[in-house]
């Protein structure tokens, strides 16, 4: 649109998205704040307000371009996806400065719309960080009041080993407010891009104090100091280790795989993070002591009707009957019951659990109670009345009583058999007289069907090869009369003319013989060689192809139906090669040989790739197949794109005819 253009963001921010989609015209000075992926887009700030810019190629944006830059943009306004963007037309750099100072990140304004693409700062603790293969970035989840914070950043080998160093510090993190929307403009994630690994610094905090693990568990704040703590090592799961003191377990989540010696005490160092029924710690650090210390598994009290979170993370052992195993190679569950109390049992990683461990056994187990809880809100939940155990390994299940070889589901496909048999023996004896008298009339029923099919498949053959093949070629005859009326002489359109009334006779001459064929007057026209002189030469003339025929051996009488199979077969591959093959010749040669006569048609065209021959709606070689099965021929088809086709049947002289129809 004409006008004056747009110079300032807060104009463009301000605009609906259908006048941002009329590309207004967009002129302004700004700040780069962060440059994309391949450079294919960025942020930039004018100290007020911010936007995402698009930049049509790499190109366009001069190489010193980086943040702190201040650049003038032209180009022009698109609405975007959750506010009005920009696609620049010309980036000019102006000059360099240092790059913009964030501002606070305000967790009660965190959602408010004027908050994209806004340039802040928070600090945080580095819980864990994704890598999704497929895509070039990694995204790193930072804790921070209360809440998960999800930031992405262009992924590198140098920015992912950073961040393993980084793993469950507390960081201060500087990036761009983004916004994730759906088709109606409505926010439905937050989140934060990182232009860089220099925009995330890790926070040099004081050693942890060391604390009883029964403190840690009743701590009111999180993320906020770290804290240390020592204890027994329970359970070791790769980067999950379970540690037991004096008033308490806790669940340690460490950035690196360690793989520790049961019963070891270990000091553990890191920040607290909220859980369902206390916090576990996120470490930074984990460092084995000297001590030792045997690790006995803790009774479960089943008589009590409901579990307090004393329980949670604990080592225990309790003893239950399997209800049923359902096994993966990941995940193995075991569904137990114990003293009238349903629970899952969960083994990590593919189990060889062997015959004895199944439904209707009883196990004692041993490992890590899990509390869960039916609250909504489950991180308030003091008490619940359902766990669910974590075994470390399957030493951990010892088999008590094996499982009954009568069990419930034997005993049903035992009761199932039996009664199959019996209605089986009642239905058969039922069945059997029917049987009799009705086989006749299904044998007769068959019969008539067949005969029906066979008498189908014979009339949609001769209408095929008669009246379809001789109207496709006056169709192209007509249209080459019409030309040839419009660009040549009057004799040339005479001349054509008269070689459509010839196909108008032959095809009626052709439609006379199918009928009487149907009708059971089995008649031939003659000689093969006769057959080839009157039609396939004449057509071979019209489409300008040169046709040889060739003989070799003694022609031998064949009877009328076998003949008139042939020379369908032969007609249907000869008007093939006429129509559609682009072939400058054809070759026709009769072998008659001792024991049988082998018709060999080829061309020199532009052949085909049978195996992708599309066969709906083409019913030509479905009816040359089943022509050559009728007189007990054998057929033959060899073709390949640019290379031409060979056609070969093959008649055998002691097997002339099969069958009529």
């Given at each position: 649109?004409?006008?004056?253009?747009?110079?300032?963001?807060?104009?463009?921010?301000?605009?609906?998205?259908?006048?941002?989609?009329?590309?207004?015209?967009?002129?302004?000075?700004?700040?780069?704040?962060?440059?994309?992926?391949?450079?294919?887009?960025?942020?930039?700030?004018?100290?007020?307000?911010?936007?995402?810019?698009?930049?049509?190629?790499?190109?366009?944006?001069?190489?010193?371009?980086?943040?702190?830059?201040?650049?003038?943009?032209?180009?022009?306004?698109?609405?975007?996806?959750?506010?009005?963007?920009?696609?620049?037309?010309?980036?000019?750099?102006?000059?360099?400065?240092?790059?913009?100072?964030?501002?606070?990140?305000?967790?009660?304004?965190?959602?408010?719309?004027?908050?994209?693409?806004?340039?802040?700062?928070?600090?945080?603790?580095?819980?864990?960080?994704?890598?999704?293969?497929?895509?070039?970035?990694?995204?790193?989840?930072?804790?921070?009041?209360?809440?998960?914070?999800?930031?992405?950043?262009?992924?590198?080998?140098?920015?992912?080993?950073?961040?393993?160093?980084?793993?469950?510090?507390?960081?201060?993190?500087?990036?761009?407010?983004?916004?994730?929307?759906?088709?109606?403009?409505?926010?439905?994630?937050?989140?934060?891009?990182?232009?860089?690994?220099?925009?995330?610094?890790?926070?040099?905090?004081?050693?942890?104090?060391?604390?009883?693990?029964?403190?840690?568990?009743?701590?009111?704040?999180?993320?906020?100091?770290?804290?240390?703590?020592?204890?027994?090592?329970?359970?070791?799961?790769?980067?999950?280790?379970?540690?037991?003191?004096?008033?308490?377990?806790?669940?340690?989540?460490?950035?690196?795989?360690?793989?520790?010696?049961?019963?070891?005490?270990?000091?553990?160092?890191?920040?607290?993070?909220?859980?369902?029924?206390?916090?576990?710690?996120?470490?930074?650090?984990?460092?084995?002591?000297?001590?030792?210390?045997?690790?006995?598994?803790?009774?479960?009290?089943?008589?009590?009707?409901?579990y307090t979170a004393g329980l949670q993370n604990d080592l225990v052992r309790l003893s239950a009957k399997v209800l049923s195993v359902a096994a993966s190679d990941k995940l193995t569950i075991i569904h137990c019951l114990a003293?009238?109390?349903?629970?899952?049992?969960?083994?990590?990683?593919?189990?060889?659990?062997?015959?004895?461990?199944?439904?209707?056994?009883?196990?004692?187990?041993?490992?890590?109670?899990?509390?869960?809880?039916?609250?909504?809100?489950?991180?308030?939940?003091?008490?619940?009345?359902?766990?669910?155990?974590?075994?470390?390994?399957?030493?951990?299940?010892?088999?008590?009583?094996?499982?009954?070889?009568?069990?419930?589901?034997?005993?049903?496909?035992?009761?199932?058999?039996?009664?199959?048999?019996?209605?089986?023996?009642?239905?058969?004896?039922?069945?059997?007289?029917?049987?009799?008298?009705?086989?006749?009339?299904?044998?007769?029923?068959?019969?008539?069907?067949?005969?029906?099919?066979?008498?189908?498949?014979?009339?949609?053959?001769?209408?095929?090869?008669?009246?379809?093949?001789?109207?496709?070629?006056?169709?192209?005859?007509?249209?080459?009369?019409?030309?040839?009326?419009?660009?040549?002489?009057?004799?040339?359109?005479?001349?054509?003319?008269?070689?459509?009334?010839?196909?108008?006779?032959?095809?009626?001459?052709?439609?006379?013989?199918?009928?009487?064929?149907?009708?059971?007057?089995?008649?031939?026209?003659?000689?093969?060689?006769?057959?080839?002189?009157?039609?396939?030469?004449?057509?071979?003339?019209?489409?300008?192809?040169?046709?040889?025929?060739?003989?070799?051996?003694?022609?031998?009488?064949?009877?009328?139906?076998?003949?008139?199979?042939?020379?369908?077969?032969?007609?249907?591959?000869?008007?093939?090669?006429?129509?559609?093959?682009?072939?400058?010749?054809?070759?026709?040669?009769?072998?008659?040989?001792?024991?049988?006569?082998?018709?060999?048609?080829?061309?020199?065209?532009?052949?085909?790739?049978?195996?992708?021959?599309?066969?709906?709606?083409?019913?030509?070689?479905?009816?040359?197949?089943?022509?050559?099965?009728?007189?007990?021929?054998?057929?033959?088809?060899?073709?390949?794109?640019?290379?031409?086709?060979?056609?070969?049947?093959?008649?055998?002289?002691?097997?002339?005819?099969?069958?009529?129809?």
């Open positions: 649109m004409a006008g004056e253009p747009l110079r300032s963001i807060a104009e463009i921010r301000e605009l609906s998205a259908e006048d941002a989609g009329q590309k207004l015209a967009v002129e302004l000075e700004a700040k780069i704040t962060l440059i994309g992926y391949l450079r294919s887009g960025g942020f930039i700030h004018d100290g007020e307000n911010g936007i995402y810019i698009h930049f049509n190629n790499k190109d366009q944006v001069p190489a010193e371009v980086r943040p702190g830059s201040v650049v003038r943009i032209q180009g022009a306004t698109v609405p975007g996806g959750f506010t009005p963007h920009i696609i620049a037309k010309k980036v000019q750099l102006l000059k360099q400065e240092a790059p913009l100072v964030p501002d606070e990140l305000d967790r009660t304004r965190l959602f408010q719309s004027d908050q994209d693409c806004e340039w802040v700062w928070f600090s945080g603790t580095l819980m864990e960080v994704s890598d999704f293969s497929e895509r070039p970035y990694l995204f790193i989840k930072v804790w921070w009041h209360s809440r998960a914070l999800i930031i992405r950043v262009i992924k590198s080998p140098e920015t992912q080993k950073i961040l393993e160093g980084l793993m469950h510090h507390r960081v201060k993190v500087s990036a761009i407010v983004a916004t994730r929307s759906n088709q109606e403009r409505q926010m439905t994630m937050r989140y934060f891009q990182l232009p860089s690994m220099r925009d995330i610094e890790l926070i040099e905090s004081p050693p942890g104090e060391v604390i009883p693990i029964g403190q840690i568990l009743q701590k009111d704040a999180f993320d906020e100091e770290p804290v240390a703590a020592e204890g027994i090592v329970t359970h070791s799961d790769g980067k999950t280790v379970y540690l037991r003191g004096d008033e308490g377990c806790l669940r340690v989540r460490l950035p690196k795989s360690r793989s520790l010696e049961l019963g070891a005490e270990v000091r553990v160092e890191g920040y607290s993070l909220p859980g369902a029924f206390g916090p576990d710690l996120l470490a930074y650090s984990l460092t084995p002591t000297d001590r030792r210390a045997e690790v006995l598994p803790r009774p479960f009290p089943l008589e009590n009707d409901v003293d009238g109390e349903p629970f899952e049992l969960y083994l990590s990683g593919p189990a060889n659990l062997g015959r004895e461990i199944a439904a209707g056994c009883e196990l004692e187990i041993t490992g890590i109670c899990e509390l869960k809880s039916d609250e909504p809100n489950p991180t308030v939940a003091s008490v619940t009345d359902r766990f669910q155990i974590k075994a470390r390994n399957i030493d951990d299940l010892i088999v008590l009583q094996a499982a009954p070889w009568w069990s419930a589901g034997r005993l049903l496909v035992a009761l199932g058999l039996f009664s199959a048999a019996c209605l089986l023996a009642v239905a058969w004896g039922l069945s059997l007289r029917r049987r009799v008298a009705s086989q006749t009339a299904i044998i007769s029923e068959q019969i008539e069907k067949e005969a029906a099919h066979k008498e189908r498949q014979h009339f949609a053959r001769e209408l095929h090869d008669t009246l379809q093949q001789n109207l496709t070629g006056i169709s192209m005859q007509v249209e080459n009369a019409q030309l040839q009326f419009e660009t040549q002489s009057r004799e040339k359109s005479e001349e054509n003319l008269e070689r459509i009334h010839q196909l108008i006779v032959e095809c009626q001459q052709e439609t006379r013989e199918a009928i009487s064929q149907l009708r059971g007057a089995a008649t031939t026209r003659g000689s093969l060689a006769i057959f080839v002189e009157d039609s396939m030469r004449e057509r071979a003339r019209v489409a300008e192809v040169k046709f040889e025929v060739e003989t070799i051996g003694q022609p031998k009488p064949y009877d009328s139906f076998t003949v008139r199979h042939i020379l369908r077969i032969l007609h249907e591959a000869f008007v093939n090669a006429i129509n559609h093959s682009q072939a400058n010749s054809i070759r026709l040669i009769f072998d008659y040989q001792d024991e049988q006569l082998v018709t060999t048609l080829s061309d020199d065209g532009r052949g085909f790739d049978p195996r992708t021959v599309e066969t709906e709606g083409h019913f030509g070689l479905i009816g040359m197949c089943e022509r050559a099965e009728l007189i007990g021929a054998e057929l033959q088809l060899d073709s390949s794109r640019n290379k031409g086709t060979r056609i070969s049947l093959k008649v055998s002289a002691s097997n002339q005819q099969l069958e009529t129809v």
